[in-house]
């Protein structure tokens, strides 16, 4: 575009300023509305990949339940347990990842080191139970198959037990009281899964289950399944589930007998949740933005129409058609993308300031609009503008100068 | 300069298509001074556009200067029309948001020419049409007659061969229309080939040859002394 075009551009929207104006609010009016979506479409993923993130997503978590479907001469109402041979018989099977049991102390037992006390739920567990529930440790380590094996009396602590009974002092090596028996704290860990999962004490599940009366019996079995596919996570969910149908002697379509978790499927359908969002926010926002366009093209046929003598006289002295395409797409790019680049950069903007003042909400979590996404839009106005010059370009092209010039 | 050998040309009409320009045969020499009269509906306005380059014809032949007008691109005519015709019409069609200069500069801005060179050929050619003190302003700063000299001068300003005006003073007063065609007439003078549309007699008589339309043939084509 010569000098002479981007003068004539600047004196012709300078003598129309009003229309420029408006059309050029209706562009950056819809892109700033695309960039608001697509932050608060990110906020919401963002927020709900947040809640995903301290248990391990490819995991599958198995409780007992009672009989629903009679089953070889047994009655329904049948209460199922697990016990140590189901874990052993799970992690034998291919493809099973880290696998733990947990063994829950009901008693309300009190926690104590020396004359501080203080009230925490208690679970046992195996060590694959660290990668299940994401816990990281701190300082000391986590409890390890030795522990097991000797059925040895030690603890690892959330840093806010931590903090309530040694206050600062460190707690490795200390001896803890739990129900009158006493644990010698060997590591403390953080888990970012919320207040209460560091108001946790770990201990081995062979200790509880001596120590408090449960024999051999797990409350709940968890483990993980590498990288599979949903798919393959089901057809490995149905061989445990007959594996332990054949232990337990209960229908394995008996959905009640046993209670699954696929943490895989429902990451999955979450994903999935959010594509459509997604998909739905870019047709919703691009709608918008062509709103914008078509404003512009509506302005410059308006425009093209009001020019016509204007435009046959360029013709008549020897603009050729191409070069009146040129000089209404020119404007038709320029409207848009200015407007459009404001738009972007007031939508961002907004977006920073929304994002820094929110305060920690259930829904909503980091908006924010990524540099792909901004090229795509810079891309998609660029194309619109084209597109919204395209017509009355064309139309300004055909303009027949005897009728443009024709007197009265 | 003008030749044209069996020229047809008609519109397409709902019922029949006009026959506006029957076998018109025409020859106009380099430097004529030449008025085309006829009534409304003669089909002196389509003979214009189609000399003009602004009209495609369906029969016959039109070469100008030496080059043959035959299925030419809009690209071609627009450059053709660029070159060798310059225009000058009734109501003038001068841009008004731009100056005198600007608007006597544009056809150079079509044919490629710098910025500089084009405000100085289009000051020289105001100085010509004796508007040079006006070269600043807007057309509606100018009265009629001045705006007609600022479109003369822009029809000049790429030096074409042949300079077309459709009805130069027909929304003009009497005496400006005597100054417009005395400009024109100086045009000539200088070697230019004109040639005016015009219903006017007075005008008519002042030119050195006057061809009579009539239902799209020549009725009548006579060289006269001007008056």
């Known amino acids: ?408 | 300069m003008i030749r044209l050998e069996k020229l047809n040309k008609s519109y397409p009409m709902a019922d029949a298509p006009v026959h506006v320009l029957r076998d018109l045969d025409l020859f106009v020499a380099e430097g004529e001074y030449a008025a085309i009269m006829g009534s409304s509906g003669s089909g002196k306005s389509t003979l214009l556009n189609v000399l003009g380059l602004l009209d495609r014809y369906d029969s016959g032949s039109y070469t100008l200067g030496d080059t043959l007008i035959r299925d030419v691109s809009e690209r071609e005519a627009a450059r053709l029309r660029n070159q060798y015709i310059g225009f000058v019409f009734q109501s003038f069609h001068l841009l008004p948001f731009k100056t005198a200069t600007e608007n006597v500069a544009l056809p150079l801005y079509y044919a490629g020419v710098p910025r500089r060179r084009r405000n100085e050929l289009a000051l020289q050619m105001l100085e010509r049409v004796g508007l040079r003190e006006r070269a600043d302003h807007l057309p509606n700063q100018l009265s009629g007659g001045q705006k007609q000299r600022v479109a003369i001068a822009r029809a000049l300003v790429t030096k074409p061969r042949l300079v077309l005006a459709d009805e130069p003073t027909g929304a003009l007063d009497s005496q400006t229309s005597n100054d417009i065609m005395d400009l024109l007439a100086s045009v000539n003078a200088d070697g230019m080939t004109v040639l005016v549309v015009t219903h006017e007699h007075d005008v008519a008589a002042k030119m050195r040859r006057v061809i009579h339309l009539v239902d799209g043939r020549i009725a009548s084509d006579r060289i006269q002394v001007p008056s």
Do not use: C
């Open chain 1, 1 to 408: 575009m010569s000098l002479d075009a981007w003068q004539e551009l600047f004196e012709r929207l300078d003598r129309s300023r009003l229309r420029t104006g408006l059309t050029m609010f209706s562009v950056a009016w819809g892109i700033l509305m695309l960039v608001m979506l697509l932050a608060a479409g990110r906020g919401l993923e963002n927020n709900v990949r947040w809640q995903f993130r301290d248990d391990a997503i490819n995991s599958i978590w198995l409780w007992p339940g009672r009989t629903a479907v009679p089953w070889e001469g047994h009655p329904v109402g049948r209460a199922l347990s697990f016990d140590n041979d189901d874990i052993d018989a799970i992690r034998a099977m291919p493809d099973v990842g880290a696998l733990t049991g947990r063994f829950r102390i009901w008693d309300d037992f009190a926690i104590s080191w020396g004359d501080r006390r203080g009230d925490f739920s208690v679970r046992a567990v195996h060590p694959d139970h660290q990668v299940l529930e994401g816990t990281v440790i701190t300082s000391g380590r986590y409890i390890d198959d030795l522990d097991l094996a000797e059925k040895r009396k030690v603890a690892v602590i959330g840093d806010e037990v931590s903090s309530q009974l040694f206050r600062g002092e460190d707690p490795i090596g200390e001896r803890i009281a739990i129900g009158g028996i006493t644990y010698t704290v060997v590591g403390v860990f953080f888990d970012d899964g919320g207040p209460g999962e560091t108001e946790l004490i770990y201990v081995p599940i062979t200790t509880a289950q001596l120590a408090y009366g449960g024999g051999r019996r797990v409350h709940q079995i968890m483990f993980t399944v590498g990288d599979m596919t949903v798919a393959q996570s089901e057809a490995l969910t149905d061989q445990v589930r007959g594996q332990l149908a054949r232990a337990h002697d209960f229908d394995p379509d008996d959905a009640r007998a046993l209670r699954v978790r696929n943490n895989l499927e429902q990451f999955q359908q979450v994903n999935q949740m959010f594509e459509w969002i997604g998909a739905f926010v870019w047709v919703v926002g691009v709608g918008t933005v062509l709103a914008g366009a078509v404003g512009v093209s509506n302005i410059l046929l308006v425009s093209v129409k009001e020019r016509t003598a204007e435009l046959g006289l360029r013709k008549a002295i020897g603009a050729t058609p191409g070069s009146l395409v040129a000089m209404v797409l020119q404007e038709a790019v320029v409207l848009t993308s200015v407007a459009g680049y404001a738009g972007l950069v007031l939508g961002v903007a907004l977006v920073e300031i929304v994002a820094a003042s929110l305060p920690e909400n259930e829904y909503v979590r980091d908006p924010s609009v990524d540099l792909g996404v901004l090229g795509a839009a810079v891309v998609l106005l660029v194309v619109l503008g084209t597109l919204a010059g395209l017509v009355p370009a064309l139309r300004a092209a055909s303009i027949d100068p005897i009728n443009a010039l024709r007197d009265g």
